[in-house]
């Protein structure tokens, strides 16, 4: 079944195989790929799409001498398996070998651990400067997909590309889609690019100053080994734009790009998901919905990935046609300005996307919407420890980000109902922007909320003395149960609170606990460092009363279990119980 | 003098003119702008090079109806002038009547507080969503220089504009020149458009999926009108590439126009400055030349502002030969990710740009830099109060950003001695990256330092009792001060402690505090929330040490005194001295 795969252990016996042997060594290595994929999930159409690609890149570079950079790098599968980690494809003890994106700590074959889009051309010119530097004269090789292209970074990347005056290999794997369907200009350039075989007027990358070639079969690899023994050791920066076809050698993947570029186990013969089931909760577009049908002014933008706010491909066709769903593409950075925009004339915009591509913003929500006031809403998607729990996709900083800027006000929900009223609050004010920190699921409670979000207040959730929890957001569920508890053991009563707001103080509440506790415990699903907690400590340092700060530690932490990762950080109810239970 | 101008307070005395007024009433603006920047200093080339089109602007459109969002915002002085703001230019009693930014709290015609680059686009595009989804049919227009094209947001907002399909009106100012000169291969294209008249191939524009129309005598303002009519209403986006000197109408400006992009007063027959001085601290340029010097791996990044690092023309031209000098022009995001992939090669590089320019990298610094452990070092310019003090450019969240990142180092050196250590160390080492917060003059103490910075430790610059005051950067004379009052008001010795490290705190010394110090007072020059004083606060939070936290509120302050807003804050000399009485 891997006749010649199982002499693959790295780039070198690549080196030894006749031409002609590639393409089997390509379907042998989509066979592994889709082994894997097909058991436990991951990144799917992108990898189908880039094997041809990948097999001609070892066969004509000298990895690890000359250098790839993947961009997002979640289509670095089939560079994996060539490059001596094959095993945790073919043989499901080692599945757990590897990591979902290129990682220096498994292969001297990966120089960079990359989960976010837009960064390998910028990274790529890094390496070559440095090549430059030290007088050395490997090749260095980005490889971008097309979805990528938008992104400021990869932008600002090309153009500086373009004045560059050394080896550089910019790889454009074009297959014609981002996660969801391709956004903005460029993407008909290259649409014009393809039609053309590449001689179109108007390259986007010859606009940047950039060398090009085009290669209309990208899963021809005698025609790639041409492609790139023409390119090596190049002297001046060079784009080689290649199309594919995403989720190549699956039909039900080719023919559904975006359902297939990621996700779980399949089975082969039809594509049917082994397990079923996944995320029922519907509260953040329930409310998005409700919002869009009741002001006709509201709109909600994403920036290439719409599956988070819920907008599958049906339903944002049909808010796209009145003007109120924009998806501007891989662009955050537009997003947050637009809102911005949006907000300053007349419009009621909201912007949501995963928590740690909010890091591409933090300018944008500084100067552009909070310097100057906009009303307008961001949806923090899954922060914390309870999000994706990959190093390159953990955002435990997010109220280190949005806390801080001034103007900003940033809700951490704990129920559904919560959402749902500081949601309303939200896009029915005009006073200053809000941020809201979006649950993996949010429980429901069946009793409305009708908080006015207009002022500062924590809720005490349980009233008690001697020591009060301080719980942010999806962990006022262990603070209530430690209550209990201490209650069970004890007898006694002590308080539980939700913030609500963690962008500030409620100083009167807090003051007001002086008189009959004499310790506070804050609890928080992010770094502790400049957290929320802290901002407590502070505000109890002139005073009796002692504080417990409890958070996540400085660290780029991985693959962990969330509710192991709070309690290795002293959050847990056995640990929080026995804490209290000393100080009380 | 102002024979028109005098006539002219708003847009509509504008439309009352011939065509053939115009001309005249710019030559009027300009020498209102003249007898301003000569007097009072602000931004120079910019606003003398777009008198004409500011002027035609307004005569064709009709603001605030139709809407004008101003890139930077530096070249909007005229647009003031014509829009009920002339006094502030032309009368010195009224000089202090405007900003030197767009500012809705001035006029309707002003949408947005701005001072960050290549924001334009994408708030155009905000206004003109919003004024779709009011079903509006206002002119949206967006005034971009080319110095800010080559930033991401502004590259994200050009490409997304291509697949946007209602009036946008994108008038790009082409003085061919950013502060220093541009950087980047979108400038090889702009150059050729305007050598060939605006026909050339591969145009930049037209490659975003944008209509394009070129004017090349940027100052002839019956020709700009004619472009302007021609465009009032248009149902889709279009460029105008509008070709103009910088400085135009002064000679010397004209001639030297990096000089002359901003500055102080100056004598309008010579141009001769008013006043000399400026600042003479080469401390940051003379450790960067050492550095080239000596290791020929080592390379400066910067992003268009090569002054801030002491660059000037020949010297930069000279290092970049060597190639150890890099200006990405306006692509923040570039250089930082750039610098990850130079420390990963072999190479050092330095990164630096003025403080409120980071916040564009957060993610770079985050993701690219500090996820993958890059040896990297960040010269962060002038953060804190003692930075630049509109509140387009204040940065008093530095600390937020940078001590939070992971495996992130970030200094606060007080001295001359201790900033050449802390960056000797930061791009010799190659276990992390480092951020050092560049102060605006370094006080030279004569004594060198030679403090290991691989270990974490505070620096107790004074060992007292019963109070201990730590003091961030700056603020470290003012807390020796404090110290020495009260030494002489109480013959009692207070300690005071220099934490130079801001990412983390020193355990051990803080500890030893505990023994005979019953209160720790903190002081820095940025946001209190989330700031350094907050882990001390945080750290002795379950002990009787008592903690008060001194640093500046949560709001964009502005035009401030930065010894005032201090002492707002609780610090100042006097109060500290005051507070620390007490507490002994």
């Known amino acids: 079944m891997y006749d010649i795969l199982n002499t693959i252990n790295g780039p070198q016996d ?6 002609g042997q590639l393409k089997q060594l390509a379907d042998e290595t989509r066979q592994a790929l889709i082994n894997r994929i097909s058991n436990v999930g991951g990144h799917k159409g992108p990898n189908l799409g880039i094997v041809e690609t990948t097999v001609g890149l070892h066969y004509v570079f000298d990895s690890p001498k000359d250098k790839f950079v993947f961009d997002v790098s979640h289509q670095c599968y089939p560079h994996k398996i060539l490059t001596g980690r ?20 498994e292969s001297e074959h990966d120089f960079f651990t990359v989960g976010h889009t837009s960064t390998s051309v910028s990274l790529a010119l890094g390496l070559a400067k440095a090549r430059d530097l030290r007088k050395a004269d490997e090749n260095i090789i980005a490889v971008i997909g097309d979805g990528s292209l938008s992104g400021g970074e990869a932008l600002e990347a090309l153009d500086f590309a373009g004045e560059y005056n050394n080896n550089l290999i910019i790889l454009v794997n074009d297959n014609d889609q981002s996660i969801a ?6 993407y008909k350039s290259l649409k014009a690019l393809r039609e053309s075989n590449g001689t179109s007027e108007n390259n986007i990358f010859k606009t940047f100053g950039l060398d090009y070639r085009y290669l209309e079969d990208g899963h021809d690899t005698a025609k790639l080994v041409e492609l790139f023994e023409s390119v090596k050791g190049i002297d001046h920066p060079v784009v080689l734009h290649i199309h594919t076809i995403k989720g190549k050698g699956l039909p039900y993947a080719e023919a559904n790009r975006e359902a297939w570029h990621a996700g779980g186990p399949f089975n082969v013969e039809d594509g049917s998901p082994k397990f079923t089931g996944g995320n029922p909760d519907t509260t953040v577009f329930d409310s998005l919905k409700e919002l869009l049908d009741t002001n006709e002014k509201a709109v909600v933008l994403n920036a290439g990935t719409p599956m988070g706010l819920g907008f599958v491909q049906g339903v944002r066709e049909e808010y796209a046609k009145r003007g109120q769903f924009v998806d501007v593409g891989i662009a955050e950075e537009n997003a ?6 949006i907000a300053k004339n007349g419009g009621t915009p909201v912007f949501g996307t995963f928590a740690p591509f909010f890091q591409r913003t933090y300018d944008q929500l500084s100067h552009d919407i909070a310097l100057n006031n906009s009303p307008a809403t961001m949806l923090v998607l899954i922060p914390g420890v309870y999000g994706m729990n990959s190093n390159t996709h953990i955002a435990l900083c997010d109220i280190q980000m949005f806390a801080h800027i001034p103007n900003f006000v940033y809700f951490a929900p ?9 949601f309303k609050y939200a896009t029915s004010q005009k006073n200053h922007p809000v941020g809201i920190r979006v649950l993996p699921t949010f429980e429901k409670t069946g009793v409305k909320d009708d908080t006015d ?61 002086i ?6 415990i804050t609890i928080e699903d992010g770094e502790v460092m400049g957290g929320y907690g802290q901002n407590i400590a502070s505000f109890y340092g002139n005073t009796s009363m002692k504080v417990i700060n409890h ?29 209290v239970k000393d100080l009380l």
């Open 14 to 19: 690549i080196k030894k195989l006749e031409i």
């Open 86 to 105: 094959k095993d945790a494809y073919i043989n499901p003890e080692h599945f757990g070998d590897v990591t979902g994106y290129t990682n220096p700590f």
């Open 181 to 186: 369907e391709n956004h903005g200009g460029i």
């Open 336 to 341: 947050v300005a637009m809102s911005s925009g």
């Open 414 to 422: 704990t129920t559904k109902e919560e959402y749902e009223q500081m």
């Open 453 to 513: 979000y207009s002022v500062l207040t924590n809720k005490v959730e349980k009233q008690g003395e001697g020591v009060a929890i301080v719980a942010v957001g999806p962990l006022l569920k262990m603070a209530k149960k430690v209550a209990e508890e201490i209650e069970k053991a004890t007898g006694k009563s002590i308080t539980v609170i939700n913030p609500r707001f963690v962008s500030g103080i409620d100083e009167n509440l807090l003051t007001s606990l």
């Open 515 to 520: 008189s009959n506790h004499k310790a506070v």
């Open 551 to 579: 958070g996540i530690s400085r660290k780029f932490h991985t693959d962990y279990n969330p509710d192991q990762l709070l309690a290795d950080h002293g959050m847990s109810v056995e640990k929080l119980v026995a804490e």
